[in-house]
């Protein structure tokens, strides 16, 4: 009984010890402070030497001596620690200085206030005023994590701890530093000054952080499966009323590296929708942080495609006046060597404003123009790159600029150039594994003889499948390719006869240059539709002149003369492109087969790319456009899109004309999507224009095959009821 008195006894002193440590650090009073630390030594005083100090007495214990001392936990006035609470920019600047030991520059060398003050604005609105979503465009090494994450919502969770925030990045290896990071402020004692009703429970983790009142902050890599639930819902609270509820933040989503990765950059923005669709609220506000890449990242996606509100915070690294945002950060010397030595990735990522990529586009008999060094291989110039792990449709598009980058050779017997890759998509789904090698091999035969080499994956039934086809194809070089997070690894394993000279391979590590002959050979198992650059690809050439490392020089008479490198070039229209034009040609009333070609030719003027290829087929009207709907792409010609959409004038005119209606019928009758704001065929039987289209399609149908005794697949009976007589 004894024994138990005094372990209760000593529990009690020890709880004193730690109140009285408590109340010294919290302490902004000196006389005060002393007086407590006095306390709490006497107390541990009082306690037998022998007694073991545990965790919490020493931390606190720690805490206080380093206060005595002045070492890392400086004095805060109770003034400061209340303007701390109301005030982001000054808890940002004295947390910087008392946590990092860094001390924020807030002034321009006129003495005027920097970018700075303009971030700590904006984030003060977004907690106080709820204000709209928000994005900034500031150049590298300017602080916009460190001011739009870790403070940010060390901020918001001091002013509200019920606060859920999703926080999102390109790689988790950059997710795992930034949390940590902001682990260390929300454990640092300036913080437990400022703030000591928040919280942290749980384990430390890099993934996620829990409050005791659940707020929470989730860490995810945009590759990974990322759940916004409840993230940034308003919190209730009935003293105050509603309080900021936390927000979604997208930083830095892209990797520069993939700049001119259409498909990577296609990716994240994807990823972005995915995120907004499954939110039932639009209170959840977006901060979108990172500096321009492209054209195509996630800032031109919001910029054309995003319903939401965003406050635009865009700061070029070079102001109007010439000088530097910030001469310690990005002194203006160093900007201008980068706009000398890399004049994309200035006006891109330090200026916020990505230009247009410069290509051109020529036709195949120029190539004798072009003297391309390159050593031969004798009748033996094919690379097969053999790919046995594709999850879902991949294209040209995705083989040019992404994994497979494209190779090129010319033979010492001409000068037009030779293709020397080909690309197998065979889906590892659709393939017996028992058989796999010799489908590979069967596929292949035709180019047996001209195989060089053939490189496969090296990722599970890739192994299988090297072993075999070195035994089917004995006179062959087989080559295996491992993946790594590096798009240019599959090109490793080509090193040894690319150094020979056999292939000639440039690489696009930073940049996206490249060459490509026409009828490189595309082969798909899954699906017809392919991207839009590759239709561009099949019969035509790209050259990319931003930075040609291959030292070739491309004659300027090859360019064309009709200044595409000044106008904006578009590979690609899509369906509410395509919408614009037919309606403003439907609604002519002049319309008629003799003009029909004209009045689109007219208004294809301003898409040059568009009409430069149909002009180069000589304005055929069957000529097959590339039409892009969301994320997908297919070929149609002008009766076919003049049939699905409904355009009944346009297509009567180009019926009359002549135009091939060999797919029209079947095309329109087997769309199940047109566009979310034109109706459906088969939600809206009884459209008379539908109808109007129908009749047309099937009666043209049945003059063609009158001599053949051919009925059509439809009639107007399967739709309307009512047959044409």
């Known amino acids: 009984m004894e024994i138990e008195d005094e372990k209760s006894t000593k529990n009690l002193i020890r709880e004193a010890i730690n109140e009285e440590l408590l109340k010294a650090i919290n302490s902004s009073d000196q006389e005060q402070y002393m007086q407590h630390l006095s306390t709490a030594l006497l107390y541990r005083i009082s306690l037998r030497l022998s007694d073991e100090i545990n965790a919490k007495e020493l931390n606190n214990l720690i805490c206080a001596y380093n206060k005595l001392k002045g070492q890392k936990v400086g004095m805060v006035a109770q003034k400061d620690i209340n303007l701390c609470r109301k005030n982001f920019g000054f808890f940002t600047f004295l947390g910087m200085l008392q946590v990092f030991h860094i001390k924020l520059n807030l002034k321009r060398a006129d003495g005027s206030r920097n970018y700075l003050w303009l971030l700590f604005s904006s984030i003060n609105r977004l907690v106080f005023e709820r204000a709209h979503s928000q994005w900034w465009n500031i150049p590298p090494r300017c602080a916009k994590t460190t001011l739009g994450f870790i403070f940010h919502v060390a901020f918001a969770l001091g002013n509200n701890p019920r606060a859920k925030f999703i926080y999102i990045t390109h790689q988790r290896d950059l997710v795992r530093e930034k949390m940590n990071e902001l682990h260390i402020v929300l454990e640092s004692p300036f913080y437990r000054q400022v703030f000591p009703n928040v919280k942290i429970v749980g384990r430390r983790s890099t ?12 860490g995810f890599s945009i590759s990974e499966h990322v759940t916004g639930t409840g993230a940034g819902d308003n919190s209730i609270d009935f003293g105050e009323g509603c309080k900021y509820g936390g927000c979604i933040i997208l930083d830095n989503l892209h990797d520069d590296s993939s700049a001119f990765s259409r498909a990577s950059l296609l990716s994240s923005c994807q990823k972005f929708e995915c995120i907004t669709s499954r939110r039932n609220t639009a209170d959840t506000p977006f901060l979108v942080i990172g500096h321009r890449i492209s054209i195509h990242d996630i800032f031109g996606y919001l910029e054309k495609k995003s319903e939401r509100q965003f406050e635009k915070i865009i700061i070029p690294a070079v102001l109007e006046d010439g000088t530097s945002i910030d001469e310690d950060r990005l002194p203006i010397q160093e900007l201008k060597i980068k706009e000398k030595a890399e004049p994309y990735v200035y006006q891109s990522q330090y200026m916020q404003d990505p230009p247009e990529p410069k290509w051109r586009i020529f036709n195949e008999k120029y190539f004798k123009k072009i003297d391309f060094a390159y050593k031969t291989i004798g009748d033996k110039n094919l690379v097969a790159f053999i790919d046995l792990n594709s999850g879902s449709t ?16 010319k033979s010492d017997f001409a000068y037009e150039p030779k293709r020397c890759g080909v690309w197998v998509d065979l889906l590892a789904a659709k393939l017996d594994p028992a058989t796999v090698e010799h489908d590979i091999h069967e596929f292949l035969r035709k180019y047996e003889h001209r195989l060089h080499a053939i490189v496969v994956e090296e990722h599970g039934i890739g192994f299988k499948v090297i072993a075999d086809l070195r035994t089917l194809l004995p006179n062959t070089l087989i080559l295996g390719s491992r993946r790594t997070r590096s798009k240019m690894e599959v090109f490793q394993s080509c090193s040894q006869f690319v150094e020979q000279g056999h292939i000639f391979l440039e690489k696009a590590e930073q940049n996206f240059h490249y060459l490509i002959f026409d009828e490189f050979e595309k082969i798909h198992t899954e699906t017809e539709f392919t991207d839009d650059i590759a239709d561009v690809l099949s019969e035509f050439i790209i050259w990319w002149c931003e930075r040609n490392r291959l030292g070739i020089a491309c004659p300027e008479e090859m360019y064309n003369s009709c200044g595409v490198e000044e106008r904006r070039l578009r590979e690609i229209m899509n369906t509410n492109d395509w919408e614009k034009i037919f309606d403003a040609i439907e609604s002519d009333n002049s319309l008629s087969e003799h003009n029909v070609i004209d009045k689109i030719k007219e208004k294809l ?7 430069k290829l149909w002009e ?8 097959k456009f590339t039409m892009q709907h969301m994320y997908s792409s297919s070929k149609k010609s002008l009766l076919d899109m003049s049939a699905v959409h ?8 180009l019926l009359d004309k002549g135009a091939n209606n060999e797919n029209a019928l079947d095309s329109y009758m087997g769309t199940t999507y047109i566009n979310f704001d034109r109706p459906n065929t088969f ?32 009639s107007t009976r399967d739709i309307f009821g009512d047959r044409i007589k």
Do not use: C, W
Request: net charge positive; aromatic share 12%; hydrophobic share 35%.
């Open 207 to 218: 993934r996620v952080i829990r409050t005791k009142e659940g707020g929470f902050v989730n």
């Open 394 to 409: 991949k294209t040209l598009d995705r083989t040019a600029v992404g994994v497979f980058q494209p190779f090129f050779m």
């Open 605 to 611: 003027q301003d898409t040059s790319i568009v009409y």
């Open 616 to 623: 180069m087929d000589n304005f055929n009207i069957n000529y």
């Open 646 to 653: 409904v355009y009944p004038k346009i297509l009567r005119a």
């Open 683 to 714: 939600y809206t039987p009884l459209s008379d224009s539908r109808k109007e289209v129908t009749e047309l399609l099937i009666t043209h149908e049945i003059k063609l095959k009158a001599s053949e005794a051919k009925k059509p697949k439809f």
